[in-house]
């Protein structure tokens, strides 16, 4: 690949054709220009993707609110579920007698 290159570039720098534009040609050259292209095109797509992605959350959390919450599967989350319910009824109980 080395020897290919600078092949590449001294039948551009020594070209009567193309001499005078051999900092511009070659597949160094190239894939420089190939790179810089891509990035500004990345960089110019980047917020419509962030855009759709928080979309996205915003979409899925909704819907998992409308689900409700997740089942407990183990002995603390079970308990800090029944303290949650617990305090819940305490709470709305202490409205009813306080006649809210």
Same mark, same amino acid.
């Given at each position: 690949?080395?020897?290919a290159?600078? &092949?590449e !570039? #001294?039948?551009?720098?020594?070209?009567?054709? *193309? +001499? *005078?534009?051999?900092? /511009?040609?070659?597949? #160094?050259?190239?894939? /420089?220009? $190939?790179?810089?292209?891509?990035?500004?095109?990345?960089?110019?797509? @980047?917020?419509? @993707?962030?855009?759709? %992605?928080?979309?996205? %959350?915003? #979409? $899925?959390?909704?819907?998992?609110? !409308?689900? +409700?919450?997740? %089942? =407990?599967?183990?002995? +603390? =989350?079970? $308990?800090? @579920?029944?303290?949650?319910?617990?305090? =819940?009824?305490?709470?709305?109980? &202490?409205?009813?007698?306080?006649? +809210?």
């Open positions: 690949m080395v020897s290159r600078r &092949k !570039h #001294e039948y551009f720098a020594t070209s009567p054709d *193309y +001499g *005078y534009l051999s900092s /511009k040609m070659g597949s #160094e050259y190239l894939a /420089k220009l $190939l790179s810089k292209h891509l990035e500004s095109v990345i960089m110019a797509r @980047i917020p419509s @993707i962030t855009s759709l %992605i928080n979309k996205s %959350i915003d #979409e $899925l959390e909704s819907e998992m609110d !409308h689900f +409700g919450r997740p %089942i =407990a599967v183990d002995t +603390g =989350a079970q $308990l800090n @579920i029944i303290l949650e319910l617990c305090r =819940a009824f305490d709470r709305i109980f &202490k409205e009813q007698l306080d006649g +809210g």
